[in-house]
């Protein structure tokens, strides 16, 4: 006999969460029962859609619970998109609210772009992970928790009066009181382990008993379990015999009734894999390496978010690449120029502190005109700021923060796996162009993750170094910023190279022979040659999906259908995508583009600002964007903007869309 799922699914098409009851994305779906050999004749229930948060103290592993589901989701083949959320502190007090860290995903049977607005379940590990995110539940949403930990003095800790699993607070939810660690500890008494080492299990308990509920597989997770404590196989053990335990758990007990199946998604041909934006980031840089022929050479000193990129690219010896660990931001990024002199592919990777030290470095990388890729994964500031949360807030200071006249190319990713192609881009623009070139990623698109389609090594553009073998002047001479007509690119002329012998350094230049220059009138033509350089790069034109217009509309005096625009960068791609959807099921007509490129930018974007009624900038700063299209422009681009180190909900950017529909259709009616 086989299983019986209900058919009845719904996709809407649009993303982010509906606010829909139950443990999932379904329409209330009526349960259909399966034969007694599936399940213990549970029902099944089919979902288009779940939205979980995994939340507890920051010892509890809710990082590793919620890498596991992710990536036996992936495998499982459905759409996904995930918020890791986790303190600045590397260990805050056990219990308080400062300690919750949290794990949000969001899987589905069709293509989706947000992690999710709010939860449909939220899995809490004690009072503290209840009541950092009941505010973000909305109401019938199902909650898991762990009894054990309500104890008087946990509630206390967080400011329970009384304990709200009896007090009727969460009557508005599905709540399910299971004893997680009284179970984990009944499933492990024969383990040999100290009552503390298994309580440590009590995670896997839960990924357990969530994999049986959402049909996920887990074989792979018992294969990570025993290759993680390889080294300590009687842990490996333990954490497998607690997630099977959980898994059984929720196949016998009359706590659950129902389970859920999200059905894989259908995504274009190709082999996937799970990636987060730093892993995916990595992996463009090494490709750059090998399709440059350049040796990477990163340049590096260990800060959050992006220490990921320095532990992940130091694993790669095997592909030509060298890591340098430096003892701080200056000596990482000058190593990484060095290294750019002397004929490698020079990456320096940081966030917004950082940048800030490496500033002068950068202009010096300017003058000099080498290649150097700074890698600014973003977070909030100022100073120190939000270390572990996400902001956008230094496109500002990558254009413009340097002493001079500093251009510098920039170019951002909008998601995590985008990451992968932005770091290609990055490169052939610096290679190209003989320029450092700024990547700006932030924490939310550096920790989320998302399926990946693995590209073909031939789909892959090819860097052509192009480094000067002889002398460039017709006396024999070598000139070392004698330019490329096309580019304005200097020769990248690799020291030791007989007859290429020639000074650099951070004191103004000839232009030609590269000696030191005090005139008037050629610092002037160097400036503008150097301005000159960064404008006449060359990037793809902006697309604007406007699908009520016809094609070519979108640009000045377009009488296309939608007159606003929703113009973004960076991570925001994706809430500002999931709001457009929800707009235009709902009948409103409203364009949408992304920004990759912000320096230069797009030679249409000009024509495409002009060509809409209305522009709307969503950013996570104060509007640097904004300022910038308003300022070279002179439109009336609209910002909207949040700094709360979280990313967009889709819902509150389809309400501003709306509002400048309306404004405009009011406007009309004047």
Request: glycine share 10%; aromatic share 8%; proline share 8%.
């Amino acid at each position: 006999m086989t299983s019986q799922v209900d058919q009845s699914e719904a996709v809407d098409g649009s993303d982010g969460d509906e606010g829909r009851s139950g443990p999932g994305g379904d329409r209330s779906d009526p349960a259909v029962p399966v034969g007694p050999q599936h399940r213990g004749a549970k029902p099944i229930r089919r979902l288009d859609r779940v939205i979980i948060r995994f939340a507890g103290d920051s010892g509890d592993g809710m990082q590793l619970t919620g890498d596991r589901f992710t990536s036996e989701t992936a495998s499982f083949g459905n759409d996904l998109s995930t918020l890791p959320n986790f303190p600045a502190e590397i260990r805050a007090p056990a219990g308080t609210l400062p300690g919750v860290s949290s794990f949000q995903l969001h899987f589905a049977d069709h293509d989706i772009l947000t992690p999710g607005d709010a939860p449909n379940v939220l899995v809490a590990m004690n009072p503290a992970a209840l009541k950092a995110n009941l505010p973000d539940l909305p109401r019938g949403a199902s909650i898991i928790v762990n009894t054990d930990e309500f104890t008087k003095r946990a509630l206390a800790k967080v400011g329970y009066g009384a304990d709200p699993l009896g007090d009727g607070s969460l009557e508005g939810y599905h709540l399910h009181k299971v004893p997680l660690t009284t179970l984990t500890l009944e499933a492990l008494k024969e383990s040999g382990l100290a009552r503390k080492d298994a309580e440590r299990a009590k995670n896997m308990f839960a990924l357990g008993m969530l994999s049986w509920m959402y049909h996920r597989p887990t074989h792979g997770t018992e294969a990570f379990l025993r290759t993680k404590f390889a080294k300590k196989p009687q842990i490996a053990e333990a954490n497998i015999s607690a997630f099977r335990a959980g898994w059984n758990f929720g196949e016998t007990t009359e706590t659950f009734a129902v389970s859920y199946e999200v059905p894989p998604a259908k995504l274009p041909p190709g082999r996937y894999r799970n990636i987060s934006g730093n892993l995916a980031l990595s992996y463009g840089l090494i490709a750059a390496s090998r399709r440059s022929g350049l040796p990477l050479y990163l340049g590096s000193y260990p800060i959050t978010p992006a220490s990921d990129i320095l532990h992940e690219l130091s694993r790669h010896k095997n592909f030509g690449v060298r890591t340098f660990q430096a003892e701080d931001e200056i000596a990482g990024i000058g190593a990484a120029l060095g290294a750019a002199f002397g004929g490698a592919l020079g990456v320096t990777t940081t966030s917004g502190p950082g940048v800030a030290l490496k500033s002068e470095t950068i202009g010096l990388a300017v003058s000099l005109e080498l290649p150097l890729l700074v890698v600014d994964i973003q977070r909030g500031g100022p100073s120190t700021g939000l270390p572990t949360k996400t902001e956008q807030a230094d496109l500002l200071q990558a254009m413009f923060g340097r002493n001079g006249e500093a251009p510098v190319p920039i170019v951002a990713p909008a998601t995590p796996a985008e990451c992968f192609d932005a770091a290609l881009e990055a490169a052939r623009i610096a290679v190209a162009y003989r320029t450092p070139v700024f990547l700006l990623s932030d924490g939310y698109l550096a920790n989320g993750s998302e399926p990946w389609r693995i590209p073909e090594v031939d789909e892959l553009p090819t860097i052509e170094p192009d480094f000067a073998t002889g002398p460039n002047r017709e006396d024999g001479a070598f000139w070392p910023y004698l330019r490329d007509p096309q580019t304005l690119a200097r020769p990248w002329a690799v020291p030791g190279t007989p007859g290429l012998e020639h000074r650099i350094g951070g004191i103004e230049k000839q232009d030609g022979t590269g000696n030191i220059s005090y005139d008037p009138a050629n610092h002037d033509f160097m400036v503008r040659t150097r301005q000159a350089k960064v404008d006449g790069i060359e990037v793809p034109d902006l697309e604007v999906d406007d699908p009520s217009s016809s094609p070519g509309d979108g640009q000045e005096g377009s009488t296309g259908g939608a007159r606003v625009l929703v113009l973004g960068w960076g991570s925001t791609y994706g809430p500002i995508t999931a709001a457009v959807r929800r707009v235009r099921a709902d009948g409103g007509r409203v364009a949408q583009a992304h920004l990759r490129n912000l320096n230069p930018f797009p030679a249409n974007l000009g024509a495409v600002l002009r060509g809409y009624d209305k522009v709307i900038v969503p950013e996570m700063n104060l509007g640097q964007l904004a300022l910038l299209l308003r300022a070279k422009y002179l439109v009336d681009a609209q910002s909207y903007n949040q700094v709360r180190g979280l990313p967009f909900k889709a819902a509150q950017l389809a309400d501003v869309l709306w509002a400048a529909i309306g404004t405009l259709d009011e406007e009309d009616n004047r």
